[in-house]
């Protein structure tokens, strides 16, 4: 078993930056991917950025590029993502995400962060 808890979030005006923090604990020597995912109500549940924790390869939905920054935290299994320009558009319950080695889908989630961005 995998246990991902989230920290950060909050609200902030448009143009201003978030950071979100992600832990895993348990047997994460079986995680290959971590990613931040966002859901709006009535909405399903979207991918924001991804990291391979082995290679430290990013992906990023288009709507973020150049906006949201992902890296691994020096603790490891770990990892920030760094939030800048926010847009009212970003905001959303933030939730992150652990990918098992072998996996096709994620099955370990953290609570969720709600992020508000006002305009």
């Known amino acids: 078993q995998v246990q991902v808890v989230e920290s950060g979030g909050g609200m902030v005006q448009a143009g201003g930056s978030l950071r979100l923090s992600c832990a895993a604990s348990?047997?994460?020597?079986?995680?290959?991917?971590m990613g931040w995912f966002r859901q709006t109500p009535g909405k399903e549940r979207e991918i924001v950025a991804t990291?391979?924790?082995?290679?430290?390869?990013?992906y990023y939905a288009d709507s973020v590029k150049g906006r949201f920054t992902i890296s691994r935290a020096n603790a490891k299994n770990s990892l920030h993502l760094q939030m800048n320009s926010l847009k009212p558009e970003d905001t959303a319950v933030y939730y992150c995400g652990a990918l098992e080695i072998g996996r096709p889908k994620y099955d370990y989630w953290g609570q969720g962060t709600q992020v508000t961005v006002s305009s």
């Open positions: 348990g047997r994460t020597g079986s995680i290959h991917i």
């Open positions: 990291i391979d924790m082995t290679t430290d390869y990013p």
